[in-house]
DNA sequence: GTCTATAATCTGATAGAC
DNA sequence: GTCTATCAGATTATAGAC
């Protein structure tokens, strides 16, 4: 990590400091500490602490996304999709790196903080339903539920179990709220 | 509120505070105001910041949970039970004043402060897994899915709700998380 | 019990040397 | 570009008057 120059040690500290901690819970000197770098470099890169929590989340959102489109992308029955995307391997004591900035105050006042952790969950949930749309259009789901309203089921669950989970300092919280959940979606399934 | 004695203000304003900022993000100065007391009060009726915090999460936590078993109890099937906690007035884009704690660094570490929390979302979990168990029990749902893992869905998915809501400034992301819930919800229902 | 005064430390930012 | 030195204000707490 200090290979890579200042500007780029900076951004990454503050993204994972914004997982750990969130906004009001990050200090710029513990950024300075986590990065390595002087004062100096944090100010001559960026305005100040709001510009480069800007740096870290918009990092934090891509990370997201990367992972929701490889899970969601590829083979398989919307279904398999869907259970797929939400089985896969997660940090899940830590978190969801971008839904856990929604409670942090600041973020929330803030338009230039709160704009990419609303685009990365919209563009998340946009994916969800881009699987089922196609599932109904295929045959393979019941179009009992619009796309859009399930999609929001199936990422607030995943949020929610996160903040369960954390709650009981237990993952398995987690697991089961998404046991519960596959358990639901597969009454959709068509089953010839 | 000025009519109540300094330790009844204090809780009151540090719960308030809580709920809006969280707890790295609320600072004893600010309590003291909205208080509107002074420093010797706070430190005469608490050891600091975190013991009037933990009154404060407690205080919390009888609102949410009185809150949810009125929903919760009463008449009707299970499914109305349910639906009719799910639809119960909110402060959506508040947040729930307990989960918002659990993204808390300060919180998830100290035990004195996360336990009240842990504590109330299990005791609303297992109330909601008490009304899914009756429901099956009487066989007006299909007991397709283990009560203890949908009630871990159905609060997450409240829980989710809430961080899609806040991300968007729009609750109407938590009402379509919520409505594809209830959609999912209606197939485990026994139709005669 | 409640208040004000004081203090050590941290926060977010600026100045200016290299 | 990167660094250290410095600063005004906030934070968390203690001391002691009333």
Redesign the interface.
Known sequence: MTDKDARTRLVEGMADLLW???Y??TSPSAVLARAGVGQGSLYHHFAGKQELAVAGIRRNADTLTRAARDALDGPGTAYERLERFLLRDRDVLR?CRI??M?????V?AAEPL?QP??DA??WV?GAIAAVIEQGQARGELVP???P?????????????????A????DEE?FT??????L??????VVTP
């Open positions: 750990e901690r969130g009001v819970g978190g839904g856990r929604t409670q942090d105050p600041d929330f709160r952790v609303a969950l919209s949930r009992v539920i619009a859009d309203d399930l999609a929001g089921t199936i990422l607030s669950t995943l949020q929610g179990g996160y903040v369960l954390r709650a009981d300092h919280r089961a709220a998404v046991r519960g959940l358990g639901l979606l597969k009454a959709l």
